[in-house]
């Protein structure tokens, strides 16, 4: 499931307060191994995801990065024309040491069978922050700065391209089996923007990383991409795409899952209303991508309300039990 350790876990919210920030867990390597481990543990889920965030990369380019509580990020300063050459050139991979012991840690005591996934965030998602300082509704000023000074935007995305890249080829290095990459505001672009913010950068970032790492396994998530997912994937040779609980599912079987795999759909919130709903829900996704190349996953993250009774009950209805 997406964000698996989570603020639903209680062992996480132990491990949290035992860290001091959320940036301190993220970078303490024997903390960022524990909670990938917990949701394993207790679940027996198919796979790991490595315990980070995707705003470490902003961090590694320069910016200032921190999680007020109840607020969430904060960066400094916001990337613009006077700025943008600070944070566009600057990758420095030192100041993610602590992520890479993270994952050979993770990597040395997950069990032989449990897949373990690395992630970086996407350049146009990534880029939303860094240029808005902080979360928004609509990503108003990383769309305004595309469209007024689409120069100043490209500068930004390509060093996030080129810092993707080599974030990623380190993940492999140090022991995860495949990444994703969380474009997690990609569907607020029309058409000619989302071809130039999300398709060619995310291609770049493949072929980047396969030219290190050429049996590199990639998952992409585009989230809320809609019908352009088909042109995505056109475009992008991912090993599998990541569907967002508003995605069609007889599009995705048929337009979709027919050329590669898929990973998904189940609504978050279905998780926190549980009951018929919830198995409803679960039987609908398993009904719709059984008989092709398919990962069982939620559509977005899972909510810290989300009581694990309903977690439990979820993956009992997956497995069949």
């Known amino acids: 499931m997406m964000r698996q350790a989570g603020r639903y876990l209680p062992e996480y919210r132990a491990t949290r307060e035992q860290a001091g920030s959320f940036l301190d867990l993220c970078f303490n390597p024997k903390l960022a191994a524990e909670v990938t481990f917990q949701p394993i543990r207790r679940f027996g889920f198919d796979a790991a995801i490595l315990f980070s965030d995707i705003l470490v990369v902003p961090h590694a380019l320069g910016q200032t990065v921190s999680f007020a509580a109840g607020e969430g990020p904060r960066l400094a300063p916001r990337v613009d024309r006077d700025n943008v050459g600070r944070f566009s050139g600057s990758f420095d991979q030192a100041k993610l040491a602590a992520v890479f012991e993270a994952v050979r840690l993770i990597r040395a005591g997950l069990p032989a069978e449990t897949t373990f996934l690395g992630f970086c965030g996407a350049p146009w998602t990534v880029a939303t922050y860094m240029v808005a300082g902080e979360g928004t509704s609509d990503q108003g000023p990383a769309r305004s700065l595309a469209y007024r000074d689409p120069e100043t935007m490209q500068r930004l995305i390509d060093g996030l391209v080129d810092a993707s890249i080599a974030y990623l080829i380190e993940q492999f290095r140090a022991g995860v ?135 439990e009950r979820m993956l009992a209805r997956v497995r069949g039990g």
């Open 177 to 311: 089996d495949a990444v994703q990459v969380f474009d997690t505001w990609a569907g607020i672009l029309p058409p000619a923007e989302f071809d130039r913010w999300v398709i060619a950068p995310t291609a770049r970032i493949v072929a980047g990383v396969r030219a290190a790492v050429p049996d590199a396994k990639i998952i992409a998530f585009p989230r809320g991409a809609g019908t352009q997912l088909e042109r995505f994937i056109d475009k992008v040779p991912v090993n599998a795409v990541g569907l967002d609980w508003t995605m069609d599912l007889t599009f995705a079987r048929e337009r979709i899952q027919s050329r590669v795999a898929v990973q998904g759909n189940l609504d978050p919130l279905l998780l926190v209303a549980g009951g018929d709903a919830l198995d409803r829900g679960v039987d609908a996704v398993m009904e719709a991508f059984r008989d092709g190349p398919f990962i069982f996953n939620l559509g977005h993250g899972i909510t810290p309300e989300a009581p694990i009774a309903n977690v």
